[in-house]
């Protein structure tokens, strides 16, 4: 299996629907990351968890919520979306939150909302 | 403040080619890290390579290659005799001693038959 695996790959939703996204990682680390990515635009952080715990939530709109049950997986579960929510969403991990650690991404789930 | 400037939006050159791909980074840190990640059109950012702000030595990976340059701020990626699989978006991203990494805007590079 891939490091940090994504589900589902591809998403259409509507606006009124309630989704969740799933992330899990297989490389025994304590931080995870939720990113999106728009066009044409710079990846954006959005959460960032440590031990199970939230440490950063950059000011995220609430229609977007995580969830991290444990280290070795996060959700992000979506209500009341925008169009202009449609986006790559990624998901990564990495050993810790601070020093010499690389973060690995998984395949992302693209989103679109109609 | 911490900043990553990658100011070549898209390349485009012939297989065969040579190709630096330029990062520029702010950073008022003074332990910090970069990082080089492919992203092909499947999505997933692949890592590449970290480099540690106290290790200036430049490094080679097959046709891959890093120049970090603490005096400009700068840590280039060069790709040597590119190929048509080389062909993806290329993120140049820096984190400081605390959690967030910071990426640029990424380059688009096209390697053509």
């Known amino acids: 299996e891939t490091g940090v695996t994504q589900t589902p790959r591809h998403l259409v939703m509507g606006m009124t629907n309630k989704k969740s996204l799933k992330c899990e990682q297989h490389?025994?680390?304590?931080?995870m990351y939720w990113y999106k990515q728009s066009a044409k635009k710079p990846l954006e952080l959005m959460f960032v968890y440590n031990f199970k715990e939230q440490t950063e939530n950059n000011s995220v709109p609430s229609r977007f919520s995580p969830e991290c049950p444990n280290s070795s997986h996060l959700f992000l579960h979506l209500h009341t979306l925008q169009p202009e929510d449609s986006a790559l969403y990624l998901c990564a991990s990495s050993r810790d939150i601070q020093g010499p650690n690389e973060a690995f991404f998984g395949q992302g789930t693209r989103l679109t909302v109609v | 403040a911490q900043k990553v400037t990658q100011a070549q939006t898209e390349i485009s050159v012939v297989e065969k080619e040579d190709v630096t791909l330029d990062c520029v980074y702010e950073?008022?840190?003074?332990?910090?890290?970069l990082f080089w990640y492919k992203q092909p059109p499947s999505g997933e950012l692949v890592f590449l390579i970290r480099r540690n702000s106290f290790d200036e030595q430049n490094e080679i990976s097959g046709r891959y290659s890093w120049n970090f340059q603490k005096s400009t701020s700068s840590f280039n990626f060069t790709i040597t005799a590119s190929q048509v699989v080389d062909s993806a978006v290329y993120f140049c991203a820096l984190r400081g001693d605390f959690n967030k990494f910071y990426f640029g805007s990424g380059t688009k590079l096209n390697v053509k038959p």
């Open positions: 950073t008022r840190d003074t332990t910090y890290y």
């Open positions: 490389l025994g680390h304590n931080a």
